[in-house]
């Protein structure tokens, strides 16, 4: 086992009910919703978009301009939940997480920067993102800048970067999880990105994935590096 890393990957050929990812495409809405600032849901609460689309209006994506968590559509606080709802092409940043958080069914049309951020989530904390998808991520789906687990169940994404990158650059560097099963992958460069030198862990199941790398490592550092690939995961 190298640095520490545990990796276990079962099922990766497609197999029934394996691959749970939904894919007949984003559900279509039923209406649209611009705004101009971003919507917080509070700690604890839910909030059941209804299949709307939300986003925040023409011109608010800047490509892969690093925005913050006033530019998402949505912001979580620590456990809060986001269901039912379409991320619509108009934003910067669709979802940030101020702690451990819950997507249930969230899908994005076109991701700009980062569909979801997490951040501040403490370690033993679990984040979920169940169901739901993402189109063209030219970079990542999911940044994970916290110390907790993220679990990503049943989630179809397609022509994207990576799915989930633990933060190679923070300031503050901790070990951070990530648990992947019943998802379906298309068209992408890497299922998943972990830093070997801080004992990440990344726990792959059940995934149907076309993506040229399932698990890479880097080294990752306390700000101002570019993350250097450290090996394949092992295990």
């Known amino acids: 086992m190298v640095a520490g890393i ?5 099922a990766l050929l ?9 894919t007949g495409g ?13 919507i917080t849901v509070k700690a604890g609460q839910t909030f059941d978009g209804k299949w709307n689309r939300y986003d925040r209006g023409a011109g608010a994506c800047n490509g892969q301009g690093e925005g913050g968590k006033a530019d998402a559509v ?33 899908w994005f049309e076109d991701v700009c920067e980062d569909a979801i951020s997490i951040k501040n989530d403490k370690a033993g904390s679990q984040s979920w993102i169940i169901g739901g998808g993402a189109y063209h991520a ?13 679990n990503i169940i049943n989630y179809y994404v397609e022509d994207f970067g990576k799915l989930y990158r633990s933060c190679g650059n923070c300031k503050s560097q901790c070990k951070r999880n990530v648990y992947i099963e019943g ?6 460069d890497l299922l998943v990105g972990i830093n070997s030198n801080y004992g990440d862990t990344a726990t792959i199941k059940n995934t149907c994935s076309d993506a040229g790398t399932k698990c890479q490592m880097f080294k990752g550092c306390a700000g101002g590096c570019e ?9």
């Open 6 to 10: 545990k990796l276990w990957l079962a």
């Open 14 to 22: 497609p197999v029934a009910l394996a691959c749970n990812g939904y």
């Open 26 to 38: 984003v559900p279509k809405a039923v209406g649209t919703k611009t705004n101009k600032a971003v």
């Open 74 to 106: 949505f912001l979580l606080e620590a456990g809060a939940t986001l269901k039912n709802v379409i991320i619509g092409k108009n934003q910067a940043e669709g979802v940030h997480c101020d702690g451990h958080c819950t997507l249930e069914y969230v």
């Open 138 to 150: 030219s970079d990542k789906v999911v940044q994970h800048n916290g110390c907790g687990t993220v």
């Open 183 to 188: 998802v379906t992958a298309k068209n992408g």
């Open 227 to 235: 993350p250097p690939k450290a090996g394949l995961c092992t295990g």
